[in-house]
T-cell receptor, first 114, second 113 residues
């Protein structure tokens, strides 16, 4: 089975712009979660989507949004970028229906905001 | 609010040593605990998942234990190798059927040949 893929892998944007990141989960997985990783804050949960519905949301401002498509692929959007949004963005997938499931992470998208 | 702490933040050992990484969490009402490995600039690889009802899990040279009542987990690595050099992260899940994990800051391990 192919693993979780994320595109693009690297991105440079300037303050005020917006960005869209994409995540393709493992085939058959219906749950996709997004995380932000920074040196200062570590790994922080952004949100989770399951069957095209947001199921959980972390403590991030409304500039961070996401969606999931019928094929389980997910996108994350950040509007009005700030310098502090520079981070590694990771997505993770799992089946979403089991009770004790591990999560499979993608390689991440590294975003640099100038 | 659940908080996860990992000690030490960094560790350097000679090849062949057995070592223990520690993880503590403030709220014992967890659903499961997972240990991950992260290589520089890469995503996370799951190592072990321990259900809240379990005391330990083993995979090869790795053994993870869980003491829910005291809010602690340890990851034991036997006969360490240079290829084990990475950052090790523990994460807890607070409820069933959720993708939300709360992570510790990680322990960066260097195994010297």
């Amino acid at each position: 089975k192919a693993g979780v893929t994320q595109t693009p892998r690297y991105l440079i944007k300037t303050r005020g712009q917006q960005v869209t990141l994409s995540c393709s989960p493992i085939s058959g997985h219906r749950s996709v979660s997004w995380y932000q990783q920074t040196p200062g804050q570590g790994l922080q949960f952004l949100f989770e989507y399951f069957s095209e519905t947001q199921r959980n949301k972390g403590n991030f401002p409304g500039r961070f949004s996401g969606r999931q498509f019928s094929n389980s692929r997910s996108e994350m959007n950040v509007s009005t970028l700030e310098l502090g949004d520079s981070a590694l963005y990771l997505c993770a997938s799992r089946n979403g229906q089991g009770r004790q499931e591990t999560q499979y992470f993608g390689p991440g998208t590294r975003l640099l905001v100038l | 609010k659940q908080e996860v702490t990992q000690i030490p933040a960094a560790l350097s050992v000679p090849e062949g040593e057995n070592l223990v990484l520690n993880c503590s969490f403030t709220d014992s009402a967890i659903y499961n605990l997972q240990w991950f490995r992260q290589d520089p600039g890469k995503g996370l690889t799951s190592l072990l998942l321990i259900q809240s009802s379990q005391r330990e899990q083993t995979s090869g040279r790795l053994n993870a234990s869980l003491d829910k009542s005291s809010g602690r987990s340890t990851l034991y690595i036997a006969a360490s190798q240079p290829g084990d050099s990475a950052t090790y992260l523990c994460a807890v899940s607070g409820s069933s059927n959720t993708g939300k994990l709360i992570f510790g800051q990680g322990t960066t391990l260097q195994v010297k040949p």
